[in-house]
């Protein structure tokens, strides 16, 4: 429906111009025509035009006058869709996504078929995952544009995200139908893989399977389509025929394990020799292929084992390869390999201390090793003692190398490694930073050296180290944190942790905990994106990502921290002029108790001075500040001061917060549950309470930690 | 099976503290700062010698215009003991002569050995480095003090000279 208030034609093609100049990033124009429309004082309050004006201003971030013009344009015309639709950007653009999409709807109320409305509405449906609202606005787009290829697969996404198969799949057939094909089609071929994907999703696997094969000359990405194939044959239980094209994807690619173990599950070998010819005939096409090496000593035992890896030792450690030990780690479950190797390995270095051969038996038959060889051995075998705990043994074999050759980087990392897993991180920290002060351009080494740095608690050291790398102008954790570096912020936070400088650690927390929400954020752009591009597929591997985000590790260990801290300052609290020092005042003399009182009275004197201070300094800072970079979207984000941090106004709430999406998705910890039950044990809510014992018990009755919650439980009930 | 590759690489600001450790650990005698400082400034006559991809040896040398003439000095060129007898020495020092033969202008190229140093004057005699003279008391702080100054002519003069004779 029109606004109340049509603008005359000279106005109307102002106003008209101040949409262009939006639409081109104009703003300083379309504040200009705007203020023409408006110091004609027929139109002084004219809603649209206030609107965008409040838009424009938007734009170049004077936002507290944004919504101040768009406000009073949407009070003077509350019907006008232009006004409905500028409010909802406004909020859009505050990441107030529900807010908008109410904005956005009652838009729509006033101008039904609004395409761009149509358009804005439907991304901020997917944003929030509003999966029926998505539906309906993507049911709307085609009908009003029937002609273009996002309205039909939009559509069909919305049925296939709301797991309605046949309704998705009817749309996207009736949608191919209509395509013609060009020869190498890359768009079509993706679409005709999404296609295959629902249908496989729906479970129907005799028409996925014959599907492909009816289109497999428009499939360009013939790896994905040989790979599904063979899935689908497997499903069918035509096992021979996928094990074929298991072969032949093992021919374009030797080195992926997912292939071996494919092709043994579809071949299903008898016994261990003709599982090993899988294996030994790739070798013949592919000598140097690593992986068909490496496989086999997984399931040969005894002497078969013996040979095969007494080989595979001798290659590598002439070669020279660093990685050699942890390529062979996951074998050290087996205590029988376990032995068998260090008898080759001790066996090599006493022969090539003596007379450079890997064993006795080679001398005159081959050529001598030279030193480096036995550098690796030394090295090798240090990791090995490591690995078993033998820490005196394993610093016995890396001193030799170190002596010989204190050159090389890699010998100085594996020291410090085995004082790190023998407890003495200080001595670690000085042999990582021999390591990296060898080789300054390498940025692994110079991290891992800031990491143990961190693991010591030298958090400023820490800071210094990862300076060498970061942007110059900028303070390295700032930089860091700009970078969502959240391997260092883990870190940091666990140190800070072990300082106990709770507002510190808490600051890191909430920095990994907003990278998280960051990164949910930066969805939005691929919505549209990726439905021009068609790379479907990919599309809503992204939208199942997001949605399980925070399942990652990195999430569960920075929650973690903060939960552990919250519900310290519940028991604890920090109090107003303390420095988070775990003074106890009960320790100290009446004198030195007076005396306490006292310093921190004036502490807190002085802290509302300067607070007093501040807040001036504040005000004239505002009204010097300029208006913030355009550029810069999405609100400004409060700033983490750690002595606010760490005076919560409810330190469980805020843990509970945290807590929620480990509870979602990180059920499968016991971790989760133990820390559930101390949150709601501090709240009194014992149904809560017992959920969480139930929860845990089922993933680990035997965990030491839930055990105590369950006595500690036991004795709450017996209270009562 | 090959014995190993040998490779020689740069000397930059990154990886000279490789450098000090491998002289530390090489020589008897010790460097100070201005010698590594300088060490970045001579371009090719400094590199480091890489066996399987570990560094072993170095060399570091300068271009000296004492005694109206213009020569080669090598300051200092080392492989770490269990890496010895695999020919990087050769290697690394025929890099140092060919850089002498390519420029054409160096009088003669020569280095200090201390005089117990049987290995190393053996090694540069295969090149034809003769012993030129011996200055006692050379060393300042090991035993025995002296040195054997070894040195290879080039011969560019007399050419020179005898080339100006000509014309």
């Not at chain 2, 009088?107 to 004057?121: E, P």
Request: charged share 30%; glycine share 4%; aromatic share 10%.
């Amino acid at each position: 429906m029109p606004t109340n208030n049509p603008l005359p034609p000279k106005e109307n093609a102002l106003f008209k111009r101040i949409l262009k100049c939006y639409e081109q990033k104009q703003y300083k124009n379309g504040l200009k025509f705007a203020k023409q429309i408006l110091s004609n004082p027929k139109y002084a309050e004219h809603g649209e035009t206030l609107a965008m004006k409040g838009l424009t201003l938007n734009c170049m971030g004077r936002k507290e006058e944004a919504y101040e013009f768009v406000r009073r344009g949407l009070r003077n015309d509350l019907k006008s869709h232009v006004c409905w639709h500028v409010y909802g950007l406004l909020q859009r653009s505050d990441r107030k996504y529900d807010e908008a999409i109410k904005c956005y709807r009652n838009a729509l109320k006033w101008d039904k078929d609004n395409l761009q409305i149509l358009r804005d509405l439907s991304l901020l449906q997917i944003q929030m995952r509003d999966l029926e609202g998505y539906r309906d606005t993507r049911y709307q787009l085609l009908v009003l544009r029937p002609g273009q290829r996002a309205s039909w697969i939009g559509y069909a996404m919305a049925y296939h995200l709301l797991k309605e198969y046949e309704m998705a799949l009817n749309i996207l057939e009736e949608f191919r139908k209509t395509q013609t094909v060009k020869p190498y089609d890359y768009e079509h071929s993706e679409l005709l893989l999404y296609q295959n994907m629902v249908m496989r999703e729906a479970g129907l696997d005799k028409e996925s399977l014959e599907f492909l094969e009816t289109h497999d000359q428009q499939i360009v990405d013939k790896l994905a389509l040989q790979e599904t194939k063979a899935v689908l044959l497997s499903k069918l239980g035509q096992d021979q025929k996928a094990a074929v094209i298991y072969k032949e994807l093992l021919m374009r690619n030797p080195e992926n394990a997912a292939y071996f173990k494919l092709v043994e599950d579809t071949t299903n070998p008898e016994n261990v020799e003709e599982r090993l010819k899988i294996y030994t005939d790739t070798l013949e096409k592919f000598p140097r292929a690593s992986l068909p090496k490496r496989l086999p000593l997984n399931f040969l035992t005894g002497e078969a084992f013996r040979k095969r890896v007494d080989q595979y030792l001798r290659i590598a450690l002439h070669k020279g390869v660093p990685p050699l030990f942890i390529n062979l780690r996951s074998l050290y479950r087996d205590p029988e390999k376990v032995r068998i190797i260090e008898e080759l390995v001790l066996g090599y270095e006493e022969s090539l201390g003596t007379n450079e051969y890997f064993s006795p038996e080679d001398e005159g038959k081959l050529e001598k090793e030279s030193a480096s060889v036995l550098l690796w051995t030394h090295y090798y075998l240090a990791q090995h003692f490591d690995q078993l705990g033998q820490t005196k043994r394993a610093l016995e074999f890396i001193n030799k190398p170190v002596e010989s050759t204190p050159t090389l980087v890699e010998l100085f990392v594996l020291k410090g490694r085995i004082y790190k897993h023998g407890g003495d991180i200080h001595e670690a920290v000085v042999n990582l930073d021999e390591a990296q002060s060898l080789d300054t351009a390498d940025r692994f080494v110079n991290s891992k050296c800031a990491k143990y740095m961190l693991r010591a608690n030298m958090v400023k050291e820490a800071e210094d180290m990862c300076a060498k790398f970061t942007r110059e102008g900028v303070s390295a954790v700032e930089n860091l944190n700009e970078m969502q570096c959240m391997w260092f912020q883990c870190e940091c936070a666990a140190a800070y942790q072990r300082l106990g400088k709770w507002g510190d650690a808490l600051k890191k927390s909430h920095e990994v905990d907003r990278h998280f929400s960051e990164i949910i954020e930066d969805q939005f752009d691929f919505h549209t994106y990726c439905m021009r591009k068609m790379t479907l597929r990919a599309y809503v591997g992204l939208l199942r990502l997001e949605d399980v985000l925070r399942n990652h590790k990195f999430y569960f260990r920075a929650a973690k921290i903060a939960i552990q801290i919250y519900i310290s300052l519940h028991d604890h609290p920090v109090l107003d002029g303390e420095q988070d020092e775990k003074a106890n005042a009960e320790n100290l003399t009446p004198s030195e108790f007076k005396k306490l009182r006292n310093k921190q009275r004036k502490a807190l004197k002085k802290a509302a001075q300067e607070k007093e201070k501040q807040k001036e300094q504040d005000k004239k800072d505002q009204s010097k500040t300029k208006p913030q970079d355009p550029d810069v979207d999405g609100p400004k984000e409060e700033e983490l001061l750690p002595e606010k941090l760490c005076r919560p106004a409810s330190p469980l709430d805020q843990a509970i917060r945290f807590l929620r999406p480990l509870q979602t998705l990180a059920a499968s910890k016991v971790e989760t549950h133990v820390l559930a039950y101390e949150i709601y044990s501090r709240k009194g809510k014992l149904l809560l309470m017992l959920q969480s014992i139930k929860r845990g018990y089922r993933v680990d009755k035997n965990d030491p930690h839930l055990h105590i919650c369950m006595i500690k439980f036991l004795q709450t009930g017996k209270i009562y | 099976m090959t014995r190993g590759t040998t490779e020689l690489g740069d000397v930059t600001p990154h990886n000279i503290k490789q450098l000090k450790r491998l002289n530390q650990v090489v020589f008897p005698v010790s460097y100070n700062d201005k010698f590594y400082k300088d060490v970045l400034e001579v371009g090719e006559l400094a590199k480091l010698a890489y066996f399987n991809d570990i560094v072993v040896g170095a060399v570091c040398c300068r271009i000296d215009t004492s005694e109206n003439q213009r020569r080669m000095y090598i300051m200092t060129l080392g492989v770490l003991a269990p890496y010895r007898r695999y020919g990087i020495g050769t290697i690394i020092l025929e890099h140092v002569l060919k850089i002498c033969e390519k420029d054409g202008n160096f009088d003669n190229i020569h280095l200090h050995v201390q005089i117990n140093n049987d290995g190393a004057i053996k090694f540069y005699e295969k090149f034809g480095f003769e012993i030129a003279e011996k200055k006692a008391n050379y060393y300042k702080r090991i035993e025995p003090a002296d040195a054997y100054v070894l040195q290879k002519t080039f011969r560019s003069k007399e050419v020179k000279e005898s080339k100006e004779a000509q014309s």
